[in-house]
């Protein structure tokens, strides 16, 4: 259990540094969820289709982090700022398995069975390609100095 000055100690450890690896997962997220919202919009389909805008958004974003991690991995980071608002912040709030498990239920509750497990493994399925690929792309990128 914490002591009686952690409130103190708590405020402490934010303003030495921490805020700006907060406000880079802020504006990170911010940007993430935007993005997220206008394919969604732009892209939606039927209620009983296949959600293409999701399943894009989920398999580019999973894409993204995993060139971003292997890269980062590989290289040392520049800017400790990086992971925090490209990684945490923009994929984070990017990526959606809540829209795609709220996505399947509906199929389910519409009696599309079929197409709710193929589309929880498709997009397992290509979400772990995703990653494969990411890594691969990541790695045979030269280091320009």
Do not use: K, Q
Request: charged share 15%.
């Amino acid at each position: 259990m914490p002591g009686p000055d952690f409130p103190r100690r708590r405020s402490r450890l934010v303003a030495t540094g921490e805020r700006r690896v907060l406000a880079a997962v802020f504006v990170g997220g911010m940007a993430g969820a935007l993005a997220r919202v206008w394919i969604g919009l732009h892209f939606a389909s039927g209620a009983g289709d296949w959600p293409w805008a999701t399943f894009a958004i989920n398999v580019s974003g999973t894409f993204a982090l995993a060139c971003l991690a292997a890269h980062l991995r590989e290289r040392p980071a520049v800017s400790i700022y990086r992971l925090p608002l490209l990684g945490i912040g923009f994929c984070g709030a990017y990526t959606t398995f809540s829209t795609m498990s709220v996505e399947t239920l509906r199929m389910i509750d519409r009696h599309g069975y079929g197409l709710a497990v193929g589309y929880s493994l498709a997009s397992v399925a290509a979400g772990l390609s995703a990653i494969w690929a990411g890594g691969v792309l990541a790695r045979r990128i030269p280091v320009i100095r």
